[in-house]
């Protein structure tokens, strides 16, 4: 779930495009690879269902909506929206985006785990308050398809209904999206969202791609660094229909050339979704087989460590929770972590209850969980994200075709002797927070 993974055939085929680069640069660079590029983004708009015109390659999903929030045009009387569980990345581009633009920014503000309904109705409520109380217009509203950290559904599709409904661009970040869970945008309709495929769709670091309705396409006229496909504003197209082939003619152009990279990963899209057909049985196979592993995997590392998983509260049985419906699920550590601050730590002291020590002030759980981690790739030779969330470390969990039950029920064993372990490794007798 954080950097993504490749099979080998991808990497033959990502080899072969990168020696058929290095036998003649220039004539791949300027011919050979905008049509790889082409025919990939046309594979992609089938499975996205959507026309081809519509996507384009950026190297990351958080460039993808930095891109659009630098070319949506703002005033001081704007208002971009978004939520407690972002992206840190992308709320730092949202900070730099109010530093350097008159656009002020609002969070939906709750605590997980929470319903979708909930989400929704918040950030229903706040598009109001700001509209009716503060008189202001809110421009735009971003938030995820699966939220980073914690690893959870995000309720996009009812966001992006609601944001239609009440006026608001809506700017998704798909980064954990296409090739985990389905994504039917010609159905949703958002007006702008970007995915990595180097996460789960099988295609080598780093390739994301970047949708725009064709009805804001006139508005996206420079790439991040701007670069020859620059459209100035004296040049630009109004978005009307008559002018719809231009744009996006123009659109595609723009992000063609954005400085010299190494653009092969885009190149092996049609591998990636060969593989995915032949090999593991098409696209809703695999999507049913993340999300079974995923909540299976999180319920049996939760009762190895005798903690809970992360879910609705008040699920009745055989009830689904749509916040793990996902190929991404979190697990309580049996650490706890103080909510308040200069409280003194002491080792020495029984643990509160479901946490193996006295709870940890938050400088120490964030060296702890960096601890865990690196005990993880060095001894271990594995990985699980480690986070501190609302008063305990948590860890996330991420399922992949590669992956069975046993390979979870084995790293639920590996936390619960590493977690046993932090005392020891953390002998201080009293830290100040």
Request: proline share 6%; charged share 20%; glycine share 6%.
């Amino acid at each position: 779930g954080s950097y993504g993974t490749y099979p080998l055939p991808i990497r033959s085929a990502l080899q072969a495009h990168q020696t058929l680069a290095e036998s003649r640069p220039d004539l791949f660079i300027r011919r050979t690879s905008p049509a790889l590029s082409s025919e990939s983004l046309s594979q992609l708009a089938s499975l996205l269902n959507v026309p081809a015109s519509t996507l384009a390659f950026t190297k990351n999903a958080t460039t993808a909506v930095s891109t659009v929030l630098h070319n949506i045009p703002f005033t001081a009387s704007d208002v971009v929206i978004y939520f407690d569980t972002v992206y840190g990345a992308v709320e730092y581009g949202l900070f730099s985006l109010a530093e350097r633009s008159p656009v002020q920014l609002r969070k939906v503000e709750y605590d997980l785990p929470i319903s979708h309904d909930d989400i929704v109705n918040r950030f229903t409520a706040l598009v109001k308050k700001v509209q009716e109380e503060e008189g202001l217009t809110v421009k735009a509203a971003v938030f995820d398809t699966v939220v980073s950290m914690p690893g959870v559904r995000f309720p996009w599709e009812k966001l992006v209904q609601t944001c239609r409904e009440l006026g608001v661009l809506s700017v998704v970040d798909g980064a954990h999206g296409i090739g985990m869970i389905k994504v039917d945008l010609g159905t949703v309709k958002p007006d702008f969202w970007g995915s990595n495929l180097h996460k789960w769709l099988y295609v080598p670091r780093g390739c994301a791609v970047l949708y725009v309705a064709p009805e804001h396409q006139h508005l996206i006229r420079t790439t991040l660094p701007t670069s020859w496909g620059y459209i100035p504003a004296s040049t630009a197209t109004t978005g009307t229909e008559k002018d719809a082939e231009k744009t996006a003619l123009a659109y595609r152009t723009l992000f063609q050339s954005t400085a010299t990279n190494d653009d092969t990963p885009y190149h092996c899209v049609p591998a990636a979704l060969a593989f995915r057909k032949e090999v593991c049985g098409g696209e809703e196979r695999i999507y049913a087989y993340l999300e079974q592993l995923a909540n299976e995997a999180a319920d049996a590392v939760a009762k190895i460590l005798g903690t809970e998983v992360l879910q609705e509260q008040g699920l009745k049985d055989g009830e689904k929770s749509l916040l793990r419906a996902c190929a991404l699920n979190n697990v309580r550590l049996p650490i706890a972590v103080q909510t308040t601050t200069s409280v003194v730590m002491d080792w020495t002291q029984p643990g509160t209850e479901g946490s193996l020590y006295a709870p940890l002030p938050r400088e120490l759980a964030g060296q702890v969980a960096v601890w865990i981690q690196g005990m993880l790739m060095d001894e271990y030779k594995t990985f699980v994200p480690v986070f501190v969330y609302k008063g305990w470390l948590w860890t996330r969990l991420s399922a992949q075709v590669y992956l069975e039950l046993k390979d979870f029920e084995w790293v639920g064993g590996v936390l619960k002797e590493v977690v046993g372990r932090v005392g020891g490794e953390f002998p201080s007798p009293a830290t100040k927070n």
